[in-house]
């Protein structure tokens, strides 16, 4: 797939995808410019670009966590985020019957995605919100 990117409203360059998630992640490519591809009905915002987080290591460490960005209530060192939806707090303890099994789950979406606030995944996701 080739990534076409735009920056202030100029193309700034066509990158394939591993090429696209190695420069967002370095800093070239930044979280408010714009991207497309063959199939998209419009250009989308870098900071959408939500699978490089789950593909790609992290190897420099994020900007400080403004907590004033975090949604509902101050976040707590042992809340986690919702790589699904967003939410920040208390996750839910879902009981699986029969299996003897437990999973936290988002209040707000059921996703079992929680990671915790202090995370440097989850400080970055944040930092962009």
Wanted: glycine share 8%; hydrophobic share 40%; with cysteine.
């Amino acid at each position: 797939m080739i990534v076409h990117v735009a920056r202030a409203g100029e193309i700034v360059g066509e990158f394939d995808e591993p090429t696209f998630q190695e420069k967002i992640f370095a800093g070239e490519i930044r979280p408010e410019d714009h991207y497309w591809a063959e199939g998209f009905a419009d250009w989308k915002s870098v900071s959408q670009y939500r699978i490089a987080a789950k593909t790609v290591r992290m190897s420099v460490a994020p900007p400080e966590l403004d907590r004033s960005q975090v949604r509902g209530d101050t976040a707590a060192p042992n809340d986690k985020l919702c790589a699904n939806c967003g939410y920040v707090g208390r996750p839910r303890t879902a009981v699986f019957s029969g299996l003897f099994s437990r999973a936290a789950t988002c209040p707000e979406c059921g996703g079992q995605n929680m990671i915790p606030v202090s995370s440097l995944v989850a400080q970055r996701f944040l930092a962009q919100q």
